[in-house]
């Protein structure tokens, strides 16, 4: 017994990580179950009362996934497009960068996918590879043009 008290003094923080980590995958799991719960839901209604077909049912979730996905395409692409041709883009010794447009400011390090998006007085975590392809050859251009001066 005194073995074990002297090893969870020794290795507390490896003990507390790994109860974070089990209450993050408790809690995403549990969010994913509410998620998937009520999709089923919604599908049993639209089967049971007003008379769909499964697969009627399965075809509207992918049309509803494309339609979202031409909404983005047509009108958030073109805007970021739009902003980011004339955006100042800015290098830190550490491996940061910050860009800048008329209207956003988007924060981030090199080599990570995630970055902080500012709008006005709103703050978004974003995954860069979201944000189109446009937007990394305009950070390795900048980043070319920084390294050669």
Known sequence: MEQLLQLAKDYWPVALC???VIMLAQWMVRSLVRIISLLVVIGVVLVLFFQFSPEEVIQMGRQAVQATQEVVDKTIKPVLDGELK???IAFQ??????VRTASIRIV???GESKATVYY?????EV???QL???FQDRL???EQEGTTM
């Open 18 to 20: 790994i109860i974070v």
């Open 86 to 88: 004339d955006a100042d």
């Open 93 to 98: 010794p550490d491996g940061s960068y910050e």
């Open 108 to 110: 981030g390090k090199k």
């Open 120 to 124: 006005k007085d709103e703050k978004w």
């Open 127 to 129: 995954d860069i590879g």
């Open 132 to 134: 189109g392809k446009m």
């Open 140 to 142: 390795g251009k900048a």
